[in-house]
């Protein structure tokens, strides 16, 4: 019996979509096309390669109101605010516009006795695992620099979002992308392991959670296959006393309950100095009880309900436990919440970090906030996390936000910003958040491996 995987649609617990998982030879066959389509691929020109890809992210543009309400529908963002394809657009027109300068050789000499430079390998067929929260944005992160690199791709995505592939497989063949260099597989857990276990890959580039990544390492180890992992987060905004306060606020409580809390670099926990705290809380709460949590296909909804119950059900038993060891919830139960996927959004105070609210990854609309003394303070308790993928960091002074930031122990500093991904820098993490770069031009280097040429020209 074909087994199936199903998108079951936060908005009413419908069965949204359903697809057929490839058997373990359906996909090691998409494998061996995929194989067999990489050097014809990379010997392309890299404008050719540059221009069918950035042709396949414009078809994903035209096919916009068709792709809002399908993300409402699939993992429950309101349709107000238009899908994902300002960022879908700009991080790969950027890697487009700097592929030439990141793929370049690196020239050592060529002098009349000897040339010596390394060269950029794309890495043959690279698997590309997908998250449900920014569907698109997270896909095309790789995507687009490992098919302009000269790599075949394998998109698996997210079950939440399982329609997502199929869209971005659809738009990049349709603007002339070969279907074996872009192939959109729908595979259980199972199949992806035993293919990563058989080196089915040159590179495997996921995102998601920590145990999964943890499954994913364990399949490649003795592999030597590369892998990329962009895991948890627990990322912390501090709000100095020089702070424009309005200017955070409005920032990091909208880092904090964007998309019902469901960003990879969301902020999940907010350090204020003790001279600020009360006037950032009364601006916060203000804010935030002035949300319209609902159906996420009505415009006048700003919080949609999370993408499935049991998200929602780790963040309200979280949000629980805190309030029993003493904190404070602030926010009253708004008429959205039906105790299932569709979550009031929280700010709790009177926390600290023996509560898992204030340690482990929530994901969801919830955020404590803190009084802080000190810079010494609010480094130490940015710092005691297991995750380490962003900090923002609020101030008038440079100087002293780049200080701060080298004493953190996370893949990004922000100043004045929070919850943006610059596709000029490298996005990273350290510690349980995983390891590897996307985006910038070491996403180059990643999605490639070196390779040395020492020609001697002359032999006497």
Same mark, same amino acid.
């Given at each position: ?92 027109? &950027?890697?487009? =516009?700097? *592929?030439?300068?990141?793929? !370049?050789?690196?020239?050592?000499? %060529?002098? #009349?006795? @000897? ?122 905004? &501090?709000?100095? =006393?020089? *702070?424009?306060?309005?200017? !955070?606020?409005?920032?990091?409580? %909208?880092? #904090?309950? @964007? ?202």
């Amino acid at each position: 019996m074909t087994s199936t995987i199903k998108c079951i649609s936060p908005i009413d617990g419908s069965v949204y979509a359903e697809r057929a998982v490839l058997s373990g030879a359906d996909a090691q066959n998409g494998v061996a096309r995929a194989r067999r389509a990489q050097k014809d691929w990379a010997a392309r020109p890299i404008q050719e390669r540059i221009d069918l890809v950035m042709k396949g992210v414009a078809r994903i543009g035209e096919m916009n109101d068709e792709i809002v309400p399908e993300l409402a529908h699939m993992m429950g963002r309101p349709v107000r605010y238009g899908g994902e394809f300002g960022g879908f657009n700009e991080r790969a027109s &950027y890697m487009a =516009e700097i *592929a030439e300068k990141g793929l !370049a050789p690196i020239e050592i000499e %060529d002098s #009349a006795a @000897f040339r010596r430079l390394i060269k950029r390998e794309p890495h043959g067929v690279v698997l590309i695992i997908a998250p449900w929260n920014y569907p698109y944005m997270t896909a095309i992160n790789g995507v687009a620099p490992a098919l302009i690199a000269g790599n075949t791709v394998l998109l698996k995505h997210a079950t939440q979002t399982l329609l997502v592939g199929e869209r971005m497989a659809r738009a990049f063949h349709e603007a002339g992308v070969p279907e074996d260099v872009f192939q959109n597989v729908f595979l259980d857990h199972s199949t992806t392991s035993d293919l990563i276990a058989a080196k089915s890959f040159g590179f495997v580039n996921f995102t998601g959670s920590v145990g999964a990544g943890q499954t994913i390492e364990r399949a490649a180890a003795g592999t030597f296959t590369g892998v990329g992992l962009e895991l948890g987060g627990k990322d912390p905004g &501090y709000v100095m =006393e020089d *702070a424009d306060v309005q200017a !955070a606020v409005d920032t990091l409580i %909208d880092g #904090a309950m @964007f998309n019902s809390g469901q960003c990879c670099c969301g902020i999940e926990r907010i350090y204020v100095h003790e001279n600020l705290f009360d006037d950032f809380l009364g601006r916060a709460l203000e804010i935030v009880n002035g949300y319209t949590l609902g159906n996420p296909l009505e415009k006048t909804t700003d919080i949609g309900p999370m993408a499935h119950v049991r998200f929602a059900e780790l963040v309200r038993a979280q949000t629980e436990e805190a309030i029993k060891a003493g904190a404070k919830a602030h926010i009253e139960t708004m008429a959205g919440d039906d105790g299932g996927a569709y979550l009031t959004p929280q700010i709790l105070t009177n926390v600290d970090h023996s509560m898992r609210v204030m340690r482990e990854e929530s994901f969801g609309p919830v955020v404590g906030i803190m009084p802080v003394k000190s810079d010494a303070e609010a480094l130490e308790l940015m710092n005691d996390s297991e995750f380490g993928l962003t900090a923002s960091l609020w101030t008038q002074d440079v100087e002293r936000a780049e200080a701060l930031g080298a004493e953190l122990e996370t893949g990004t500093v922000f100043m004045n910003r929070a919850d943006y991904l610059d596709p000029a820098l490298c996005w990273t993490g350290c510690k349980s958040t995983g390891k590897g770069g996307s985006l910038s031009e070491i996403g180059y280097h990643n999605l490639t491996r070196p390779k040395s040429y020492h020609l001697k020209k002359v032999t006497k």
